[in-house]
């Protein structure tokens, strides 16, 4: 195993250190996610994701111990975001849906519901001043 290190001065690393440690890393962290995320496809998503980070962070690994935590550990806590943002992604769901009705209603049945409000409210000006303020208060809630 090879250790990771920037090659000669440059900002990349060496792309044969990075397909070999990719080759030899990613069907078992793949795998390693699926017990995280069901989803296969996520899974490979992860993955890619952590060895993306692993280029752009330019860590050095002189011990394949030390790299192992650093790629097994990475996919978890990606896989543990993934499944956060997805729980909030249910909640604002399910919160839309039980909003919907006062939400969705189109622009046309809010001004008719303003219209007959209008028209009730002027039918009732002419009643005693206690029913007057009873009617009001029943359509206020």
Same mark, same amino acid.
């Given at each position: 195993?090879?250790?990771?290190?920037?090659?000669?001065?440059?900002?990349?690393?060496?792309?044969?250190?990075?397909?070999?440690?990719?080759?030899?890393?990613?069907?078992?962290?793949?795998?390693?996610?699926?017990?995280?995320?069901?989803d296969l496809d996520t899974d490979k998503d992860v993955v890619q994701e952590v060895f993306l980070s692993l280029i752009e962070s330019q860590e050095t690994f002189n011990d394949v111990d030390n790299l192992k935590a650093y790629l097994y550990?990475?996919?978890?806590?990606?896989?543990?975001?993934?499944?956060?943002? &997805? @729980? +909030?992604?249910?909640?604002?769901? !399910?919160?839309? *849906?039980?909003?919907?009705?006062?939400?969705?209603?189109? /622009?046309?049945?809010?001004?008719?519901? &303003? @219209? +007959?409000?209008?028209?009730?409210? !002027?039918?009732? *000006?002419?009643?005693?001043?206690?029913?007057?303020?009873? /009617?009001?208060?029943?359509?206020?809630?």
């Amino acid at each position: 195993m090879a250790t990771i290190t920037p090659s000669n001065s440059s900002s990349f690393y060496d792309e044969k250190v990075i397909r070999e440690l990719f080759e030899q890393h990613y069907t078992p962290l793949v795998l390693f996610a699926k017990g995280y995320i069901p989803d296969l496809d996520t899974d490979k998503d992860v993955v890619q994701e952590v060895f993306l980070s692993l280029i752009e962070s330019q860590e050095t690994f002189n011990d394949v111990d030390n790299l192992k935590a650093y790629l097994y550990g990475t996919v978890r806590h990606k896989c543990l975001k993934y499944l956060r943002h &997805e @729980e +909030v992604k249910r909640r604002y769901q !399910k919160y839309m *849906q039980s909003e919907a009705p006062d939400e969705t209603r189109t /622009y046309e049945e809010r001004v008719l519901e &303003e @219209e +007959v409000y209008a028209l009730l409210i !002027k039918a009732i *000006q002419n009643y005693p001043e206690l029913l007057l303020i009873v /009617y009001l208060l029943v359509f206020e809630g």
